[in-house]
């Protein structure tokens, strides 16, 4: 599994190949492909390229899936026995990016599919037990202190 560590927005991000990530909001139309400037760091099972600050040789291209909001976030200001309540929140705004390529420019490589990982992990789990068939229910003679007459 090939990964490399990114870095957009001054935020780092960990890329793999075949996956997707949510960055902070880009300027790019969905469909678009771009490249990452500053790459710092990039892993193919026991080789490691780490960068001083960035690997130069090594590019990490990504295409726009979508736009997306992330979830909201309330903050709420509260000062005992002033009467002071303000409730607010936002919800932050990111780019969903499919990562396509990790590696040297021109360099050809099959991309491993995380899909196929799933679906033998599906297949090893037990399939569910038949339910036993069940009996059928006696009746219950039921008694109240409403249906019970007071004979004098």
Not at 5 to 17: L, N
Not at 45 to 53: F, H, K, M, S
């Amino acid at each position: 599994m090939r990964f490399a560590i990114v870095e957009s927005g001054g935020k780092q991000y960990r890329a793999v190949e075949g996956t997707t990530i949510d960055v902070d909001r880009l300027a790019y139309e969905v469909g678009k492909t771009f490249d990452f400037e500053r790459v710092l760091l990039m892993a193919d099972g026991d080789a490691v390229l780490v960068g001083t600050p960035t690997v130069a040789e090594i590019k990490v291209s990504a295409t726009v899936v979508d736009h997306v909001k992330g979830p909201k976030v309330l903050s709420f200001k509260y000062r005992p026995k002033k009467r002071i309540r303000v409730r607010g929140g936002h919800r932050h705004h990111y780019t969903r990016l499919m990562i396509d390529f990790i590696g040297k420019p021109g360099e050809e490589r099959k991309v491993e599919k995380p899909e196929a990982k799933a679906e033998a992990k599906a297949e090893k789990q037990p399939k569910p037990k038949k339910e036993a068939a069940k009996k059928p229910a006696t009746e219950k003679k039921t008694t109240s202190k409403s249906t019970k007459k007071v004979e004098k």
